[in-house]
């Protein structure tokens, strides 16, 4: 048989029922899709000890992520993490069936972040096993080697408000909308601070260059 | 202000990984948060929004049943009836529009014009309906100033039972901003007082009104945006 003949055949038997096929596929796709965070929520609620698994597992790496920006210190991200997590645990009954949850949950990581700086500030400098203050980091002075370290140092060295507009929209993914919300600020405010930050990277990055 | 353009977000960089936390903190975090789960179904959204309501209706009701034997000016009946309605519609915009979409109000600078601005209107409101005014030495040497902070005194006494009411009835709903939403819930706690008392208190002197029916309003917002932090983030 050959293969002109046999697809002659395929579009023959098959033809009429491609439109069915695909809607097939299509609805299979949909049910096989990760389920909404929203609807993990509401099962998390419910008390559904699984849905809090797939909560983690698609929370984590953009929650730990953006901690670990505004920390600097993984310790410390990972504390917040845990702190994050455990204040969603506490504050189920209250979440507001059908909200977002990414920026709800962005945002009270964020507040965690906030609220736990402000007691370190109140907190006397802790001093090392010999009593003396710790040394300054010198890690400004030190050159970086590459684009990509130069670009991680230059995100450290941006204002804070430019650096959070863009990991939020840049790393974690968040859209403008879901990103002015965990920043409690309008669309537009957060479109201005991540296009300054970014003429802030490409000067930066130019002067690495040159 | 655009989006902006894929070339704009330096897509050439070598943008650094999102990193993974250590694996055993899912154990831990999964052990603090996930075991002996029960169902925590807490009060809809809906249903939040009525029981405010209802809390600062119920409040001006029973002033304005304590009210109904006194004889009163019909100045002051007015002044009452406008106050209870300018309330109204700032307790149903705070509460339907603020409260019940935390993260998807606008701006928080609309807000935050509202809980400075409606303090300062209704000050104004009531300077506007005073039907006297005293010297200031003169209200403060008579029986006037003891009057005025027993007015004051109630004002505060049933707007903090109705901020305080509606503090706990959307306790941990709000991460965005808190002090914010705190110093709204004070508001209108505070408006509500002030209306109760405006219900219940036929004075029109322009310092009694100001400090008997109004000072409770700039009270307590100020009060919510210290407490919202503590109450209303989660």
């Known amino acids: ?210 | 202000m655009t989006e902006p353009s894929a070339e704009e977000a330096l897509p050439d960089l070598a943008w650094p990984e999102l990193p993974e936390p250590r694996p055993e903190l899912r154990g831990e975090i999964r052990r603090a948060c996930a075991s002996e789960l029960s169902p925590r179904r807490g009060p809809s959204v809906g249903a939040r929004v009525a029981l405010t309501l209802a809390l600062a209706a119920g409040v001006v009701v029973v002033l304005a049943l304590i009210a109904l034997g006194k004889e009163r000016p019909s100045s002051a009946g007015h002044t009452a009836f406008f106050g209870a309605a300018g309330w109204g519609v700032v307790q149903t915009a705070v509460v339907g529009l603020a409260l019940a979409r935390p993260g998807r109000r606008a701006a928080g600078g609309l807000w935050l014009a509202v809980a400075l601005g409606v303090p300062l209107a209704f000050i104004g409101y009531l300077t506007l309906a005073a039907s006297s005014r005293l010297p200031l030495g003169e209200f403060f040497r008579g029986d006037h100033a003891g009057g005025a902070l027993g007015c004051g005194l109630h004002a505060l006494l049933f707007g903090a039972i109705a901020a305080a009411g509606t503090l706990f009835i959307w306790r941990r709903t709000d991460p965005f901003s808190p002090a914010l939403s705190g110093s709204l819930v004070g508001l209108v706690g505070g408006l509500t007082g002030a209306t109760a008392i405006g219900i219940a208190c036929p004075a029109g002197e322009t310092w009694h009104l100001w400090i008997g029916h109004g000072a409770t309003v700039a009270v307590l917002a100020l009060a919510g945006w210290l407490l919202g932090r503590r109450v209303l983030a989660p």
């Open chain 1, 1 to 210: 048989m050959s293969a002109a003949f046999a697809f002659q055949l395929e579009a023959w038997l098959v033809g009429p029922a491609r439109p069915a096929l695909r809607l097939w596929s299509r609805v299979a796709r949909v049910a096989q899709s990760e389920p909404s965070l929203e609807g993990l929520m509401e099962r998390y609620v419910d008390g559904d000890a699984r849905a809090f698994d797939a909560l983690y597992d698609q929370l984590t790496p953009r929650l730990f992520g953006y901690l670990l920006r505004l920390t600097r210190h993984r310790e410390r991200a990972e504390d917040l993490l845990q702190i994050t997590f455990t204040k969603i645990y506490r504050a189920r009954s209250s979440y507001l069936r059908g909200a977002p949850v990414l920026p709800w949950v962005f945002a009270i990581a964020r507040r965690s972040f906030y609220d736990e700086r402000r007691a370190a500030k109140s907190r006397s400098e802790e001093l090392s096993r010999d009593g003396t203050l710790p040394e300054p980091h010198s890690e400004d002075a030190d050159v970086p080697v590459d684009v990509s370290e130069a670009l991680d140092r230059a995100l450290e060295r941006m204002p804070e408000t430019y650096r959070e507009a863009i990991v939020l929209t840049k790393l974690t993914g968040l859209s403008m909308t879901e990103a002015a919300q965990v920043l409690g600020t309008s669309p537009t405010a957060v479109k201005l601070r991540v296009h300054r930050g970014y003429n802030f990277l490409r000067q930066e990055l130019e002067r690495f260059k040159r």
